[in-house]
Each structure stands twice: as C-alpha cells, then as structure tokens.
C-alpha cells in the first residue's frame, strides 16, 4: 500500500474494509433483483413495529417491501402477482445477533487478545448451517469467532443470499455500506471461558487489566496517526489489531460482548464506559440480578434463553425469566442462538419460553427480529415490515410461537431462499439424509481445551 492510501486508509470512517480487501464494490443482490411485485393477502402479519395486522396484506416490489397494512387500507398495484395468505402468518425474517454458521476459524491459542483476526477468512459458504438458519426464518445473523478469547477477532454481517442457486463465496453474503465495505463487530468475553494457561489470563482482575493495557495502547496509537497527519515519515508502523481497537472506540465496530456472571456484566460496562465502546452483552446469564444498572448504562442484552445451566458453571443461576426482568427494567431484549449451542431452526423458541416467563409478548416478537438489528447498527434497513426496507421476511403457518409451527417459506431480499414445500429444502427444517454438516460440531464455549486452559 502506498503511503497516500495507507494515509486515507487510517483517517477514512470505512478505513479499514478496503485495506483487507472488501473495498471492491459488488453489487448488492437487492441490484440484481427483477423488479416483480407480489402480495400476500389475508395473513396474520406481525410487523415488530406496530400492533398485530389480523387479516392484512405486505407488497414486495423487487427487493424491497412496497406496503404492509390491513387488507382493506392496502391498495395492490394491478400489475402485482397476488398470493392469498389465509390462514398464515407473516413476520420479518428473524435476526440472529450470535452465530457460529459456518466455522468459528478466527484468533488461534497464541494470545489473548487477537483483535486483527477476521471470522470472514475462514467461513465456508457451504455449510448446511446456512440452510438450516433459513428453515428457521432467519435471514440475518452475526457470524462471530468463539468466547474463549478476551478478544477473538472481528465478525460479519451476514444475510442468507441462497435462493436459486445460492452463492459460490462469502462475499455474497455480506451486509455493505454505502462504500460497498461488509460490515461487521468486534467479538469480546470475559469470565471463565477466556481464562486459562499463560498467555491467557489467570483471574478476572487480570483479564480486564490486559484488556485495559490494550485499548490505552490503541488510543496512543490512534493519537499518533492524527498526529502524524500527512507525513508518512510519522506514520507508527501499521498494526492491524489496534486498528481495529480504535474502530470499537470510533463506534464503527460494535462490541459484541460475551458475559454471564452479574459481576462480569459489571466489568463490561465499566471497560465500555472507559473506552466509549458501543457494546452490546451477549448470553447475560445473570442479567436479571443488575438489570437496573444495565438499563442506567443504556446497553442492550442479547440473551441466551436455552442453554443448559450445567453447561457452565457461571449459567447456573440462568432463568427462563432473564428477558421479562430485563425489557421490565428498560434495557433492550434481543434473543440468539449461539448455534451450535442451539439450533437455528427452532430459534423461535427463545422467545417462546420467554413469553411463558412472562414477557410482553410484542417485545418477545421484536427480540427476534428489530431488537437484533438495532444491536448490528442495521435497524434502517432490515428488522421490521415497514415500507422501503429489505423484503426479508417468514410465512409460518400460525404463531411463531408455537411448538407446532413451522417456517413455509423464508424471503430474503425478494427472493424466496428457502421453500418447505420443496423436498431438497425439508431435508434442512427436518434432519435427515443432507443435513448434517460437512464440519464438526464445534462447540462455542467450552470445546477447546487449548482455549481453556484444559478447563470448561
Ligand atoms: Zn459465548
Ligand atoms: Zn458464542
């Protein structure tokens, strides 16, 4: 890279995409898109912005969503294909803020601390997960390294472009910015699972220390770069993990953070407040015991609903009633799967038993699909049924909550990408012969001892 480049590089807001190769604009799908208009009438629609349509309609025109309302406010353009919807149900394809689709290939046992590495470079398209996330509904997730790190690497935005013949490369999948960038967080945790043997830290205390140590280096380094201006001659020698630091402390990264035990959610808003890092608390087993002082910090939870509380020690006071306590304090409520901790197909459940815990019902609804997009920065564009967003959304047929339901088809930027009508794509909501992935399981947080320390 040039010095003029590497200059523009570190001072430009997308600064560190096209360095690592995604600043080459592709085409977004929505851009190849025909352009056909189609509604749905006569279904049950849940928009996650307003109340419940009983009996209304959603045009899609192209990739987009044209109109969603009652059937008799909604007027259908003549040259649209009209599909009568009686009896189903309509919802914004489900976001996924924790995912683990596709390989988890990211920081390796060296360190620690490995904010340089990148989930994309080792993600196989091919993967049945993907699939098997479209037989569930969703349509977005958030493809993250795993929590056995303080700091694992960057993730990616990811949208399920599969229908026709689905893509060759991950690049297909990206979720771009304006410049044509894919757009991702920065993964991070703190408890158990990212202490072990040296290098990794010993103790809690520790784990924050050298998380502290970092971003003070990443703030001088920063402070060097701006210093330096134009003059390549000041430049500090090109370092891809503070790079990326820096991002997290400029809000071009959300840090999507791995916690569990009350006093390491309180660990994450102190390091966040300390660093301004945009933050948003992953698993928070024990959400419900600081609730308060996570709706005071305004930072938003993406809670595991299922997970075994003997799966790990800091999950054992997990309650089904995590997300009421919390959407009842003021804190923002999304849901994940953590596949392969649980299954994407049947994510709806999450919010299922949080209901049956007791919370509001449309806030459960939103913590599968708006909640989750605000928590990627991606709430303008996709999360909700509202006219001039993505068209990506689920027909089930009754109430997503139910046990007995199941995801008919998944559309995702006006295109039907998964159809459970079609035997080759049953095999995914369904199991069997086809199904299984061509990697192993590899469990999220507690799969590798090397990780661990040899612990779980
Ligand atoms: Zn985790
Ligand atoms: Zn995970």
């Given at each position: 890279m040039s010095p003029q480049s590497r200059r523009r590089f570190l001072r430009q807001s997308s600064l560190v995409l096209p360095a690592l190769g995604l600043g080459m604009h592709r085409q977004s799908f929505a851009d190849f898109a025909t352009g056909e208009t189609i509604a749905w009438k006569n279904a049950r629609i849940l928009t996650a912005k307003?109340?419940?349509?009983?009996?209304?309609?959603?045009?899609?025109?192209?990739?987009?969503?044209?109109?969603?309302?009652?059937?008799?406010?909604?007027?259908?353009?003549?040259?649209?294909?009209?599909?009568?919807?009686?009896?189903?149900?309509?919802?914004?394809?489900?976001?996924?803020?924790?995912?683990?689709?596709?390989?988890?290939?990211?920081?390796?046992?060296?360190?620690?601390?490995?904010?340089?590495?990148?989930?994309?470079?080792?993600?196989?398209?091919?993967?049945?997960?993907?699939?098997r996330a479209l037989a569930g509904g969703l349509t977005t997730l958030n493809i993250m390294p795993g929590s056995g790190h303080l700091i694992s690497g960057q993730t990616v935005y990811c949208k399920l472009r599969y229908a026709g013949k689905g893509p060759s490369t991950i690049d297909e999948l990206l979720i771009r910015d304006a410049d044509g960038a894919g757009l991702g967080g920065l993964k991070m945790a703190n408890g158990t699972n990212s202490?072990?043997?040296?290098?990794?830290?010993?103790?809690?205390g520790k784990s924050a220390f050298l998380v502290r140590e970092q971003y003070i280096k990443a703030r001088e380094y920063h402070a060097k770069v701006v210093a330096a201006k134009?003059?390549?001659?000041?430049?500090?020698?090109?370092?891809?993990?503070?790079?990326?630091?820096?991002?997290?402390?400029?809000?071009?990264?959300?840090?999507?953070?791995?916690?569990?035990?009350?006093?390491?959610?309180?660990?994450?808003?102190?390091?966040?407040?300390?660093?301004?890092?945009?933050?948003v608390l992953h698993h928070v087993s024990e959400g419900w015991k600081v609730a308060k002082e996570i709706a005071a910090a305004k930072v938003p939870c993406s809670v595991i609903v299922i997970d075994s509380p003997?799966?790990?020690?800091?999950?054992?006071?997990?309650?089904?009633?995590?997300?009421?306590?919390?959407?009842?304090?003021?804190?923002?409520?999304?849901?994940?799967?953590?596949?392969?901790?649980t299954d994407s197909r049947v994510f709806t459940r999450s919010a299922a038993l949080a209901v049956r815990a007791g919370m509001n019902r449309d806030r459960a609804i939103e913590g599968l699909t708006i909640?989750?997009?605000?928590?990627?920065?991606?709430?303008?564009?996709?999360?909700?049924?509202?006219?001039?967003?993505?068209?990506?959304?689920?027909?089930?047929?009754?109430?997503?909550?139910?046990?007995?339901?199941?995801?008919?088809?998944?559309?995702?930027?006006?295109?039907?990408?998964?159809?459970?009508?079609?035997?080759?794509?049953?095999?995914?909501?369904?199991?069997?012969?086809?199904?299984?992935?061509?990697?192993?399981?590899?469990?999220c947080c507690y799969a590798q001892p090397w990780q661990m320390g040899g612990k779980q």
């Open positions: 307003s109340a419940p349509i009983d009996q209304g309609t959603l045009v899609v025109q192209g990739a987009s969503i044209l109109a969603v309302g009652d059937v008799d406010a909604v007027e259908i353009p003549a040259n649209a294909k009209v599909i009568d919807a009686t009896g189903k149900w309509i919802m914004p394809g489900l976001v996924c803020t924790h995912s683990h689709i596709g390989g988890m290939g990211a920081a390796d046992g060296s360190a620690p601390i490995q904010p340089g590495v990148r989930i994309l470079d080792s993600l196989n398209v091919r993967n049945s997960g993907f699939k202490i072990g043997e040296s290098p990794f830290p010993g103790s809690r134009d003059d390549p001659d000041k430049l500090p020698p090109r370092d891809l993990h503070l790079e990326a630091l820096v991002e997290a402390m400029q809000w071009k990264r959300i840090v999507h953070h791995h916690t569990h035990r009350h006093d390491d959610i309180i660990t994450v808003l102190r390091l966040a407040q300390e660093f301004n890092l945009r933050v003997g799966g790990k020690l800091e999950a054992r006071d997990m309650t089904f009633r995590n997300g009421r306590i919390l959407d009842e304090a003021g804190v923002r409520v999304a849901f994940h799967t953590d596949d392969w901790i909640a989750g997009a605000e928590m990627l920065g991606l709430e303008n564009r996709i999360g909700s049924l509202t006219p001039g967003k993505d068209a990506d959304f689920a027909i089930l047929s009754g109430d997503p909550l139910s046990v007995y339901t199941r995801v008919l088809e998944t559309w995702v930027e006006g295109q039907k990408a998964f159809d459970l009508s079609d035997p080759e794509d049953a095999i995914f909501a369904e199991g069997g012969t086809g199904a299984g992935s061509d990697l192993d399981p590899f469990l």
